[in-house]
């Protein structure tokens, strides 16, 4: 069993910056494949971004390239997300998970933290 458990989310204007950090226990993070993902208001949750296991290949979705930075810190059991640039869209709920390798379907969630950015 492998808990997550976020923090770092808050109230931002838009422009400005947050990181998220996410801390595993029960496996460690070198052999997981961590994401994240957002849940906003009146939509679907997505994935935002991930990094394997191993090889730590990395994945954004299109709308955080360039803005968003996912990075792991193995001998801390952790992941990362640095936001940057935020705007208003980025309102969401942000959380951590995690799936072992080769395993399709994420297995492991945090509980999410709130991220909000005015306008």
């Known amino acids: 069993q492998v808990r997550l458990e976020e923090s770092g989310g808050g109230l931002v204007q838009a422009g400005g910056s947050l990181r998220l950090s996410c801390t595993a226990s029960?496996?460690?993070?070198?052999?997981?494949?961590m994401g994240w993902f957002r849940r906003a208001p009146g939509k679907e949750r997505e994935l935002v971004a991930s990094i394997t296991s191993y090889t730590s290949s990395l994945y954004y979705t299109d709308s955080v390239k360039g803005r968003f930075y996912i990075s792991r810190d193995n001998a801390r059991n952790s992941v990362y997300l640095q936001m940057n640039s935020l705007r208003p869209e980025d309102t969401a709920v942000y959380y951590c998970?995690?799936?072992?390798?080769?395993?399709?379907?994420?297995?492991?969630w945090g509980q999410g933290t709130q991220i909000t950015v005015s306008s």
């Open positions: 998970a995690a799936k072992g390798r080769g395993i399709v379907d994420w297995e492991y």
């Open positions: 029960g496996r460690p993070t070198s052999v997981l494949t």
